[in-house]
């Protein structure tokens, strides 16, 4: 499979403030097989064209990259993750610490190759890869806990309320579930919700 087909679905934005650079830049990644969606010559605006064009990855390469670029990103990577690499002559840990918890993938401090530019891409997108399973399998873990918690919170206020074991209060949710057709925990939130009201009442 040649780079060309790997590549073609690929949609590459171009952030750079250096005119030449950029063309070299996009001329590498269109004969790689990327295709060049635009190329912005600063951040002004950055997140509108993000959210207007899509792409899959965005390459930042300006003088002075400020706090409002990262802030852009941080929008950006919270609603609708992208790889994104930037390089930046920027070497203060802080601002870099800010740039990958803004969701920057890769991060370099030497100037713009725009002869590798496209082996960064890539590396990008496996290290972007990479974080979001991990960012899946982090959420997942964090809500299946969670709905144990609640669960085990409404069998405590069923056994309470109607002297019940903690058995027949699981199978009381069990089959509150299967009537209402609904999830365990959705019933266990609302079993939560009414019975500590009740409580409140009292």
């Known amino acids: 499979m040649s780079a060309h087909t790997v590549n073609n679905s690929i ?19 269109q004969a790689a097989g990327f295709e060049v969606l635009s190329i912005i010559s600063s951040a002004t605006g950055l997140l509108y064209q993000i959210e207007q064009q899509k792409p899959d990855v ?10 409002d670029v990262l802030e852009s990103l941080a929008i950006v990577n919270h609603h609708n993750p992208i790889a994104m690499v930037m ?11 800010e740039a990958f918890a803004a969701g920057i993938s890769t991060y370099l401090t030497e100037g713009l190759n725009p ?12 290290q972007f890869r990479a974080f979001q399973s991990l960012r899946k399998e982090l959420h997942s873990a964090r809500t299946e806990l969670e709905d144990r918690t609640l669960i085990e919170k ?39 919700a009414t019975l500590s009201a009740l409580e409140v009442r009292k």
């Open 115 to 126: 002869a590798r530019v496209r082996p960064v891409i890539e590396v990008a997108m496996e």
């Open 58 to 67: 965005v390459i930042i390469d300006l003088q002075s990259p400020d706090r």
């Open 154 to 192: 409404a069998k405590g206020l069923l056994m309470a309320q109607k002297r019940i074991s903690e058995n027949e209060a699981h199978q009381l949710l069990t089959k509150m579930a299967m009537d209402s057709n609904q999830r365990l925990p959705n019933v266990a939130r609302t079993v939560v």
């Open 11 to 29: 949609r590459v934005m171009l952030v750079d403030d250096h005119a030449d650079r950029a063309q070299r830049v996009e001329e590498h990644l």
């Open 87 to 97: 390089f930046a002559n920027e070497e203060d840990p802080n601002y870099i610490r």
